[in-house]
């Protein structure tokens, strides 16, 4: 029954939105800390609605390793369970985002209120300065700064090119990077139906200080999230 079970968590899932979408449009107009707010309750609500209707619960370990003032988060992307999770546990945080969720009417005007910052991915080198700015700044105001280093969801146990802008992010900011595995993708796969129960875990791993040279960072960076990712994957699909 886990289809259907899947099947009732996506209708209800897209009529939760609906409904934030247009709950959330007079709250843009009038307060937008309290629009970013309903953007939280909706991820939350998706983290609970996963484990009562589908049986898939979650675990986040390692906070321990995450510290109060401002750092750079870069997490390993595999599915959308890790974007709910980040948005409903980070309240002080930035991510870097595609320009086009934003754009996306009533949705994706909600979830500019959480203080994304959103790039144009063809927008080349000012693209970058952008990033870097809007960085800067949220740095500034103590917020931590989230990406995902791939740039999209990449399946479980396989890889994508890590793209430059982490790097461009550590060299400017010159503040701890706290890199982030997961094992997500086993339950939620990119663009399936199927949710699958389990337990699912993102892990926070220790953080990368600010100083090393931008290739001995990236390989680093790469290591650290690529085999703890391998590990938790390797344990989901034997548990």
């Known amino acids: 029954m886990t289809w259907l079970r899947s099947l009732l968590f996506v209708g209800l899932s897209v009529l939760m939105m609906v409904m934030a979408g247009i709950a959330g449009l007079p709250l843009l107009l009038v307060s937008r800390p309290t629009a970013a707010r309903l953007a939280r309750w909706f991820s939350g609500l998706q983290i609970r609605l996963l484990r ?26 595999q599915s959308a369970l890790e974007t709910h999770a980040l948005v409903a546990l980070l309240r002080n945080a930035s991510f870097v985002i595609k320009r086009e969720i934003v754009q996306v009417p009533i949705v994706g005007w909600v979830i500019a209120s959480l203080g994304v910052i959103a790039i144009d991915r063809s927008g080349g080198a000012s693209a970058l300065k952008s990033m870097l700015r809007s960085a800067r700044e949220e740095v500034a105001a103590g917020r931590h700064v989230v990406i995902f280093p791939e740039g999209t969801r990449v399946p479980p146990g396989e890889s994508a090119p890590y793209h430059t802008g982490v790097a461009m992010l550590y060299g400017d900011l010159g503040i701890p990077v706290v890199p982030v595995a997961l094992n ?22 220790p953080p990368i200080e600010p100083g090393l040279p931008r290739r001995e960072f990236m390989e680093t960076l790469s290591e650290r999230i690529e085999s703890e990712s391998n590990r938790l994957v390797e344990a989901a699909e034997q548990a």
């Open 184 to 205: 997500t993708g086993v339950f939620w796969a990119k663009k399936r139906l199927i949710k699958k129960p389990g337990r699912a875990v993102i892990a926070f791993l």
């Open 52 to 77: 009562v209707m589908v049986g898939l619960e979650l675990d986040v370990i390692g906070l321990e390793n995450l510290p109060r003032e401002p750092v750079l988060i870069a997490v390993k992307h």
